[in-house]
């Protein structure tokens, strides 16, 4: 038994074991700063665009084309400038499915007669064969299933993020990070997508409704998270087994 066991603990340190093992006794190191725009959920996309058109000047006048403020925009209107994204997502959601399946089949085949060759029968075939019933089969089956989703989602949070570049029909491309560590617990929270200038308010923030391909993560890692996930022995079975 104990021989069976060696290559279970060889398969798990070399599938994630060793690099997990460096952690013990301590909390989960945080992420570097880096550049935001060099995150995968930032990269330099490409989108449809409309025709570039010209900007309408207008002589003699103060007042700037899209402007809030009079002096001065406090918007993020450049790559490099920061704006809040509000996060206030409830999402509610409850299914359920019923389903039953049932059928039963019957087949039943003889050969009394057959242009009188059915006299020859009995020399080919062994003498309990009755030739008027050849053939009797008989099937059922029944199948049922059901289902139940109730689920009831709350995530209310700002993060901070940086315009990552600005497209050629003026949307913004945006991209922030934010790491918490409590205890020995890290929680992060990741948001990416394309953003209207027109929708960022006076107060430089914008919602999370208003992103266009919005790329929300909200996850951890650490101790209690760890304890959490299965196993990865229960993992690759739970691949491997068919049942």
Known sequence: MRTALVPILLLSLATGGCARLSDIG???TLSEISNPAMQP???VISLPMPQPTMA???PSSLWRTGSRD??????AKSVGDL????IDISDQ???RNSTQRGRTNNEKAGLPNFFGLESRLPAVLPDAVDPSSLVDLDSSSTSSGNGTIQRNERIAMRVAAVVTQVLPNGNFVIAGRQEVRVNYELREMRIAGVIRPEDISNANTIEYD???EARITYGGRG???DVQQPRYGQQVLDVILPF
């Open 56 to 58: 309408e000047q207008i």
């Open 93 to 95: 959601a409850q299914l």
């Open 83 to 86: 704006l809040t994204v509000v």
């Open 223 to 225: 101790q209690i998270t």
């Open 26 to 28: 301590s909390a989960p």
């Open 210 to 212: 208003k992103i266009a």
């Open 41 to 43: 959920e930032a990269r």
């Open 70 to 75: 009079f002096f001065r925009d406090p918007r």
